[in-house]
Nanobody, 119 residues
Framework: VQLVESGGESVQAGGSLRLSCTAS?????MGWFRQTPGKEREGVAG???????TYADSVKSRFTISRDNAKNTLYLQMNNLEPDDTAIYYC?????????????????WGQGTQVTVSS
């Protein structure tokens, strides 16, 4: 599965961004992870084919994940962005759920898109 992200930009704190990710084929679970230098990649949000969603506590009520199954496209609407949201955001796909987010067992990742939030 090939995943192509877009939408990362530099914004001011309090601003909004929408990330998109197009997959080359159907996958059961799709999600977003993010990573900053020196830290492990962390789960942000996930959604399965039935629309069940999960979010990291730090982004609940600010971020919304959605998917268009007909287009194999995943979205992440990010509102009220904070400087701590600055990271490279990776789209991913997996066969199911694991540890609260989509399983990374198949190692399907996009190339990453940079989000920078300035105060």
């Amino acid at each position: 599965v090939q995943l192509v992200e877009s939408g990362g930009e530099s914004v001011q704190a309090g601003g909004s961004l929408r990330l998109s990710c197009t997959a080359s084929e159907y996958t059961y679970c799709m999600g977003w992870f993010r990573q900053t230098p020196g830290k492990e990649r962390e789960g942000v949000a996930g959604i399965d084919i039935d629309g069940t969603t999960t979010y990291a506590d730090s982004v609940k009520s600010r971020f919304t994940i959605s998917r268009d199954n007909a287009k194999n496209t995943l979205y992440l609407q990010m509102n009220n962005l904070e400087p701590d949201d600055t990271a490279i955001y990776y789209c991913m796909a997996g066969p199911g759920w694991s540890d609260g987010f989509c399983s990374t067992a198949l190692n399907y990742w996009g190339q990453g898109t940079q989000v920078t939030v300035s105060s």
